[in-house]
């Protein structure tokens, strides 16, 4: 799962990136609308978190320039500005959720999971692949109704190899489900994690093996 979140306030930016990484989020964060609509053209979020007092306007304004593009990704409003009336006004611009500064993580999770359970985007909220069910909001996987414990990227490939499963993957999509904008990726540290990941799934018996696809990506098949 990959949020962009856009928030000028760089603590918070940071201990909300931290906190919705141990969930299993990789979130993308800039400071600026202008960064925001250009990081909207080059990748495909789940959902966006939106401040209103930035430093290159009201981040408002953002929804109907993203609405425009034609993309209808969940945008939850994180702000100070918590009238009633400035909720409406939000709500009434598109926004599908609004939260009040401050607010609890857990709140804003919670939120999430409800934008994302009305989101067409993501209809399979839980996925079956072998003997697997992964549930990738809770970040969590069990092998015939026993929980397999995984670090968390290694359940963030095997979410996004699921959801594919039967096709092959490209390398590009799966360090996109792991690693946010910003960090830098060893070339081969997708390679490390699938290889782990490969022998947990065959010590657990979860009936499904991923095939390397050379120099294009993986495959996840079902035995
Ligand atoms: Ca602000």
Known sequence: MRIL???????LAEALSAAL?????????????????ELTRQNIYDAILL????????????????????????????????????RIEGLDLGADDYLGKPF??????ARLRAVLRRSPELTELKITAGRMVIDPLHLSVTVDAVPLDLPR????????????????????????????????????????????????LIDAGAGVAI??????GYLMKEE
């Open 211 to 216: 095939h390397n696809i050379r120099g294009v």
């Open 51 to 86: 401040d209103r007092r930035l430093p290159d306007g009201e981040g408002l304004s953002f929804i109907p320039e993203l609405r425009r593009t034609g993309k209808d990704t969940p945008i939850i409003v994180l702000t100070a500005h918590n009238e009633p009336k400035e």
């Open 5 to 11: 979140l856009i928030e000028d306030e760089r603590e």
């Open 153 to 200: 990227r290694e359940l963030l490939v095997l979410a996004a190899l699921a959801r594919r499963r039967e096709k092959t993957v490209l390398r590009s999509t799966l360090e996109a489900a792991v690693y946010n904008y910003e960090e830098e990726i060893q070339s081969n540290a997708l390679d490390a994690h699938i290889s782990r990941l490969r022998k947990r």
């Open 21 to 37: 990484g141990k969930h299993g989020i990789v979130a993308d964060h800039t400071m600026h609308l202008a960064d925001a609509v």
């Open 104 to 109: 609890l993580i857990e709140e804003l999770m």
